[in-house]
């Protein structure tokens, strides 16, 4: 009994009912102009302009709900008054067929339902309150009366009306919120395109992942080693040691900028940081070549062809490449020089990257634990090579990576590339 009682007690019960009335109360404001067919006819009687009136009014409402604006309006009340969980509608184009018309249907009943709500516990309610106040009341609606005498009867039937009338509000309420998903909830085109921007906003997500993996991973090795090295000469070569640290602070700023822009993407928010990403091209290629030598490493390059004239798209991705190559080398090398070779032709760009590994031919494989023997161990994702091999995939291009003799590990890119006039 106290479980059945609970929906009595909701404030949302309520504001559901309120919800209703005030959509009746709104609908009030066409009633004048649905009255006006029936007033510029010949006079008749009341029965018969009543009927007119009424379909004109119900065909008026139904137009208001035909507008896109309505909709949203009133899926930002639904959602606010009645708790339910509405999706904002989508860029799908107009609702077509049967789906144009489930607004206005929705609209019709929460006039409807207003209305008889409205009046039906508004009587209950006042019944409740004036039937304990005489000696004998009486209760008439739609032709049903009841009269009761004064004394206990009279406060049960007060406290009868007033439970009622609070039933009504909850049964109004509970018709919206069953009726919302459905005429309110999005369409079949709105599905498509909610589900088409999830793909995109997954898809944009795992691009953000690639490139965080691909910039802050080099930089965080990169300024690992060479905080080592400048460590080491520090005493000995102060001035290779500022060089060192200064490598740092300009590597640690790209990264910053490259984090920051993620994040805010991330974030969703729309500044103009958040909308510009970091353009690292293979114009950059020089700065990141120099960052890997301040760490350390001997850098043998062999750079051929027009390289400027690469197209953004296929350089950017190329400078990820070569970022990626050039960290694994760094993490798992075993010393030795990293041999960097990009060849721009007319129809490829063809990258390679090959370093020393340590005794095991695993070396390099990004695999997840170093085996290298460089200034200490690095702890990889894993996701590295796959990363690069998904990259290399989506822009139709060819791609090795492995064991190139007993100390050497070997990665190369072709892609194919259309040079700019």
């Known amino acids: 009994m106290i479980k059945r009682m609970r929906p009595l007690l909701r404030v949302s019960s309520y504001s559901g009912a309120l919800f209703a009335c005030c959509g009746a109360l709104a609908s009030l404001l066409l009633l004048p102009f649905a009255a006006l067919p029936a007033l510029a006819g010949p006079p008749s009687t009341d029965d018969v302009q009543i009927v007119p009136t009424l379909l004109v009014w119900a065909v008026l409402i139904g137009l208001v709900g035909l507008a896109c604006t309505t ?42 339902l207003g209305w008889a709500g409205a009046l039906v ?17 009486g209760l008439s609606l739609f032709g049903w009366s009841v009269r009761v005498q004064d004394g206990w009867g009279s406060w049960a039937a007060a406290f009868g009306c007033l439970l009622s009338a ?29 589900a088409a921007e999830r793909e995109l906003a997954l898809a944009e997500r795992n691009r953000l992942a690639h490139e965080l993996h691909d910039s ?25 040691a500022r060089a060192t640290l200064r490598s740092i602070e300009e590597s640690s700023r790209a990264a910053l900028e490259d984090l920051d822009y993620v994040l805010g993407v991330l974030r969703e928010q ?5 909308e510009t990403a970091p353009t690292r091209t293979l114009a950059d290629l020089p700065e990141l070549l120099d960052r890997v030598r301040h760490a350390g490493a001997v850098v043998e390059q062999e750079l051929s062809g027009e390289l400027t004239q690469v197209q953004g798209t296929l350089s950017r991705a190329a400078y990820r490449i070569l970022q990626e190559g050039l960290t694994n080398a760094l993490r798992h090398g075993a010393g030795g020089p990293i041999e960097v070779r990009v060849a721009a032709a007319p129809d490829g760009l063809e990258i390679g990257v090959v370093n020393r590994t340590g005794a095991g031919p695993s070396a390099g494989t990004d695999a997840g ?14 996701h590295g090579l796959p990363g690069l091999a998904e990259r290399v995939r989506l822009l139709h291009g060819e791609m090795e990576a492995g064991p ?9 890119v072709r892609l194919p590339v259309r040079l700019s006039a």
């Open 216 to 240: 802050i991973g080099h930089t965080l090795t990169a300024t690992t080693i060479q905080a080592a090295v400048a460590g080491e000469v520090l005493s000995a070569d102060p001035v290779a």
């Open 369 to 382: 634990t170093s085996t290298g023997t460089g200034r200490g161990a690095f702890p990889t994702s894993g």
């Open 270 to 274: 729309e500044s103009e940081k958040a």
């Open 166 to 194: 609070a039933t009504v509000c909850v049964a109004v309420t509970n018709v919206l919120r069953w009726a919302a998903p459905r005429l309110l909830g999005p369409s079949s085109a709105e599905r498509l395109a909610l």
């Open 121 to 137: 516990s508004g009587v209950l309610f006042l019944a409740g309150l004036t039937l304990p106040l005489g000696a004998e009341a």
């Open 404 to 412: 190139d003799g007993p100390r050497r590990w070997r990665l190369a």
């Open 71 to 112: 909709r949203r309006v009133l899926i930002v009340c639904a959602r606010r008054m009645l708790g339910v969980p509405l999706p904002d509608p989508v860029a799908a184009g107009r609702p077509a067929g049967a789906d144009r018309w489930r607004t206005p249907l929705w609209l019709l009943l929460h006039v409807a």
